[in-house]
């Protein structure tokens, strides 16, 4: 059974920092391309960072210079380094993992908000 665990979200401040991951199973890990998007309800799914298995990273215009995204293959784990956060950038964060010859899976999200 296939599994993705986003964990790392919560409360933080504006200009503050928060790192989340999310654990894969189930899944030939290595092979996927990796991704996180985000949610506010009402809004489309944007997509906000990607990272293929070659390693190569892609980022959304509104996170760039601000977010890093990673993964260790070893560990089954994608992570999504937030720094600078901006109240706007409130929402639901989901991974997902996506190769074109398999389903794409997607995990639960974990809710990230930037408040003072």
């Known amino acids: 059974q296939v599994q993705l665990a986003e964990s790392g979200g919560g409360l933080v401040q504006p200009g503050g920092s928060l790192r989340l991951s999310c654990a894969a199973s189930g899944i030939s890990f290595s092979i996927y391309t990796m991704c996180w998007y985000r949610q506010v309800p009402g809004k489309q799914r944007e997509l906000v960072a990607t990272?293929?298995?070659?390693?190569?990273?892609n980022y959304a215009d509104s996170v760039k210079g601000r977010f890093t995204i990673s993964r260790d293959n070893a560990k089954n784990t994608v992570y999504l380094q937030m720094d600078s956060l901006k109240p706007e950038d409130t929402a639901v964060y989901y991974c997902?993992?996506?190769?074109?010859?398999?389903?794409?899976?997607w995990g639960q999200g974990t809710q990230v908000t930037v408040s003072s």
């Open positions: 990272v293929t298995r070659s390693s190569s990273t």
């Open positions: 997902s993992a996506v190769h074109s010859l398999f389903s794409d899976y």
